[in-house]
């Protein structure tokens, strides 16, 4: 496995638009926890944004479909759509991990 | 599924406010449901979609919600000041609101299960924040290229028109001309109610646009294709309707502007609200004798539209102070409208449409076309006399006195016209060629004019300082050169 991100120390800022407590959501945000607990423990912050509490958020945000996972930082900006079961897939989306 | 009643009630409808489109759809849009508007680009479906939104928000009382995929809320409100439309100001006036959604496939990597719950979001804020009865999705199909999982889109565009049958709301939905199919993602498959095919074509270097309604269901429709026109006013749609013969007809009588005509048609002149034909070869006096009747009414205080696709305003009023008529002062008091233009310019259809815009607008009690023969060349003969037709049937129907002067080539049979539209005419003014003794002169006689005794004779037409006049031509040697 080769980190496409640079330094080890970089912070991680990421964003998870949700809505409510459909089981997509919350699957989304248990395979988002493991994924970074197991590459970027100890440097990444989730924010969960609940887009039924915030729905201006989604215009703000450019958001069509839901679960989106942002990442804010490290730049670029990436998004990823979907509850991130593809494990795989995921991580080569957040830059993780390179494309095969 | 449940049976349909046809009897039961007739469908509410949404009043589109675009001239002609609500003829033909008998009303509007089917209120509260989606309307599909789809055709290649360029064909307006944009300007279509937002000027029934604008119209809906300044004329029916009716506040919409703009979701654009393609073009960013700025980019529009461009567009539709071109039309004369002011999208910011309604924006402001909380009449109309806009969200701009973007779908850009390389930023996004799909993983796993996910659906377009934040859309349904959008668009709800957008729909509350103004209590939108309408709404415009231009063009939804963008989300089939920005995602990948096409069984997702095809599930949610279903509950999409579910969401938007149960929020009540009239929706215009625009979709991209496919192969062989009237949208390339099938959009017409979920939009069952209204479908509209908008096109633009170009035959010979003329570009005509059409519209045609191919499915309404629950209500009956105009199924033609009608030609429609984009200008700086909006949208409008000719329909073809009319095309009956049961407009009123009037007693009243105009006059020709020449005494000694009037004299020939029972002394009054032509009825009001009946259609002239002036035909005759090439300098026969056409454009005089029709510059005679434009003058005329003028003076009489009837607004007079002259549509003049040989000269220009200027030139026509040179020419026929020549021979004493004077119109410019009847063109500063606003009772006589010149209107130049070349007929090669636009299509058959699109002159239709600009002579139903100016007619509407200026309200003239007559019209000149000088000449006809113009535009008839530009198509088919079929095309040129359903034209006619309709023109002849939509000025009858307005009670406004048409005069149209027609070109006929030397050639041809002149009675034989050219576009079979003799029996649209109710008066018909031959000019041409005679002979008197030796020498050649210009004749003028009444073929026919309905309803009325008119003079049989050919008359000698002569252009003077003082206008035109007709004398009898007496004497055998009046004879008319035949031309075979």
Known sequence: MTPSNGTSSEKWNLRLYTAGQSPKSLAALDNLKRMCEQHLAGRYTIEVVDLLKNPRLAKDDQIVAIPTLVRKLPEPLRRIVGDLSDTERALVGMQLKQQK | MKMERPQARLLPKAPTGIAGLDEITEGGLPRGRPTLICGGPGCGKTLLAAEFLIRGA???????????????????????????????????????AIDYIRVERSEIAETGEYDLEGL???????????????????????????????????????????????????????????DGSLTRQGLEEYVSDCVILLDHRVTEQTSTRRMRIVKYRGTTHGTNEYPFLIDEKGFSVLPLSGLQLDHAVSDERVSSGVPALDEMLDGKGYYRGSSVLVSGTAGTGKTSLAAHFAQESARRGERCLYLAFEESPQQLMRN??????????????????????????????????????????????????????????????????????????????????????????????????????????DTWLLLRDIEIGNARSKGLYVLKSRGMPHARDIRQFLLSPRGIELKPVTGKSGKVKRKK
């Open chain 2, 120 to 178: 349904f979001l959008r668009l709800g804020l957008a729909i509350d924040s103004v209590g939108a009865k309408r709404i415009v999705l231009d063009t939804i199909e963008s989300l089939f290229s920005g995602f990948d999982n096409q069984a997702v889109l095809r599930s949610e565009l279903r509950r999409l028109f579910r969401y938007l049958k149960d929020r009540g709301v009239t929706a215009v939905i625009t979709g991209e001309r496919g």
């Open chain 2, 58 to 96: 300044t004329q029916f009382k009716e506040p919409g919600v703009l979701i654009t995929f393609e073009e960013t809320g700025e980019e529009l409100a461009q567009n539709v000041r071109s039309l004369g439309f002011d999208l910011d100001a309604l924006v402001q006036e909380q009449k109309i």
């Open chain 2, 320 to 425: 026929m102070r020549t021979i004493g008529v004077d119109l410019e002062p009847h063109v500063k008091k606003g009772t006589l409208r010149l209107h130049s233009s070349r007929p090669t310019l636009h299509g058959l259809e699109m002159h239709l449409v600009q002579v139903h815009n100016m007619v509407s607008e200026f309200d003239p009690a007559a019209v000149v076309i000088d000449p006809i023969s113009n535009f008839i060349d530009n198509s088919t003969a079929i095309e040129a006399q359903a034209m006619l037709l309709r023109l002849v049937d939509f000025l009858k129907a307005k009670q406004i006195t048409g005069l149209f002067t027609h070109l006929t080539s030397g050639s041809a049979a002149l009675e034989a016209t050219d576009i079979g539209i003799s029996s649209l005419i």
